[in-house]
C-alpha cells in the first residue's frame, strides 16, 4: 500500500496544497506549527474516517472558513483507490471512494490500511486500558469489517443494558436483562475472539522489534487480560454464565462489570511490568515495537504493508534507535514528520525530502 498524493482544501492551516510521496521514505520538515503533523493526521483520517486528535470533525476545518476536504489517492495489490471526506461546520462529513459516496465508516475502512504513531501513543503503555484497547480497534476495524460492525453493536447493546441496571423496577430487569445478555455475549464473543487472535499474532513480532531496536538488551512479553478463550461459542457460553454471576454486582453498581469493554493488555520487559517499572525510553520502544509489528500484520493478512506514519518520533530517540528505526521501515512506505532532524541517519537509504512552511509545500527533493 502506497499513498501518491494527499490533497488538503481548507483543512487545518492548509488553505489549498497537495503532497505527492515517494514509494519509500518521505520525511515531512519544517519548524514548528507548520503544518507536518496536520499532514500526517489527513492521511490517517482518509484510512479510518476520524482524527486522532481531535474528537469533533468539525476542528479541523481552517478558521473562518465553513468546510474543507481532504483527497487521498494510493495505490495497493488491487489497483488504484482515492478516497475524499468533506468536513462542515454545519453538518456531518460525507466520504466517498473512487468517486462513490459512502455513508458508513465501515465502507471506508480497509481501502487505504495505515499505521499511526506519535509521541501520545505513549498511553499505550503508561495509561489506562482504554489506551490499549483503543489500539487493538483501530487496527483489528481496518483488517476486519466484522469485527467493526460487532465492536459497534457491542456498544450499543452494553449502553441498552447499563440503562436498564439503573431502573429502580428490579423485577424488569431480571425479566429483560436475558434477552440483552445474549445479543451481548454473541458480538463480545466476535470482539475477544478477534483481540485473542491478534495478540497471538502480534505478540512474536513485537519481541522480536523490540530485541531489534534495543540491540537485544530486553525480552519484551505481552498478555491478554481478557480471561476468555477458545471459540467464538465457548466465549459466549463462558461470559453469559459469569454475567448471571455477576448480576447482583453489576445491578448494585449500575453497570455491566466483565465483558471486552475491559480488556487489558499486559506488557513485560525482562519479566517486570513494564507500566511500573520501564522508563520513559523503554516504555517509547514497546510502542514503537508494536507499531511495527502491527504493520508486520497487515502484511501477513494483506500481501501488503500499510502507510507507516510517524509523526514527531525521530527527535525522541538516540542516534543508533533512530537508525534502527529506519533500517525496520526502509521496505515499506513511511511518512516521518521532523523539525531539525540530519539528513545523514538515512545513509544510503533513498527517501524524499518535502518541506513544509506556513501550511505550504515548499520544496520536494528526492535523495
Not at 475491559?262 to 515495537?289: C, H, P, V, W
Not at 514528520?337 to 524524499?352: D, L, M
Request: proline share 2%; net charge neutral; charged share 25%.
Amino acid at each position: 500500500m502506497k499513498i501518491k498524493s494527499l490533497k488538503l482544501k481548507n483543512f487545518r492551516n492548509y488553505a489549498d496544497e497537495t503532497f505527492t510521496f515517494g514509494d519509500g521514505l518521505n520525511l515531512l520538515s519544517g519548524e514548528n506549527a507548520q503544518g507536518k503533523t496536520n499532514a500526517a493526521e489527513a492521511i490517517f483520517f482518509l484510512c479510518t474516517g476520524y482524527s486522532p486528535r481531535a474528537n469533533r470533525d468539525k476542528l479541523v476545518v481552517k478558521f473562518g472558513e465553513d468546510s474543507g476536504e481532504i483527497t487521498g489517492v494510493a495505490d495497493s495489490l488491487y489497483g488504484e483507490v482515492s478516497v475524499k471526506i468533506i468536513f462542515s461546520q454545519s453538518d456531518n462529513k460525507r466520504m466517498f471512494v473512487n468517486g462513490i459516496e459512502v455513508l458508513r465508516i465501515s465502507e471506508l475502512l480497509g481501502n487505504i490500511h495505515s499505521v499511526f504513531f506519535n509521541p501520545s501513543e505513549l498511553k499505550l503503555v503508561q495509561e489506562s486500558p482504554e489506551d490499549r484497547r483503543r489500539f487493538m480497534n483501530i487496527s483489528l476495524s481496518q483488517m476486519s469489517k466484522t469485527y467493526f460492525r460487532a465492536l459497534q453493536s457491542y456498544n450499543k447493546i452494553l449502553a441498552q443494558r447499563n440503562n436498564l441496571l439503573k431502573d429502580k423496577d428490579v423485577s424488569l430487569i431480571r425479566e429483560t436483562l436475558p434477552v440483552w445478555d445474549a445479543q451481548l455475549c454473541k458480538q463480545a464473543a466476535v470482539i475477544i475472539k478477534a483481540r485473542n487472535s491478534f495478540l497471538t499474532e502480534i505478540s512474536p513480532i513485537a519481541q522480536e522489534k523490540h530485541a531489534f531496536l534495543s540491540g537485544g538488551r530486553e525480552d519484551l512479553a505481552l498478555k491478554t487480560e481478557s480471561g476468555y478463550f477458545g471459540e467464538e461459542d465457548d466465549i459466549a457460553y463462558a461470559l453469559s454464565e459469569d454475567l448471571k454471576t455477576g448480576f447482583e454486582r453489576d445491578l448494585r453498581l449500575g453497570f455491566t462489570g466483565i465483558g471486552p469493554h475491559r480488556d487489558d493488555i499486559k506488557f513485560t520487559l525482562n519479566g517486570e511490568d513494564a507500566r511500573i517499572y520501564g522508563s520513559q525510553g523503554q516504555q517509547r520502544t514497546i510502542a514503537l515495537s508494536l507499531k511495527l509489528a502491527e504493520a508486520e500484520t497487515f502484511k501477513a493478512r494483506f500481501g501488503e504493508y500499510p502507510v507507516m506514519i510517524l509523526d514527531d518520533v525521530l527527535s525522541e530517540l538516540d542516534r543508533k534507535r533512530q537508525t534502527k528505526l529506519i533500517d525496520a521501515v526502509s521496505k515499506m512506505q513511511t511518512i516521518f514528520t521532523a523539525t531539525g532532524i540530519s539528513r545523514s541517519i538515512f545513509k544510503n537509504v533513498p527517501f524524499t525530502h518535502i518541506t513544509i512552511k506556513d501550511g505550504s509545500v515548499k520544496s520536494v527533493k528526492e535523495y
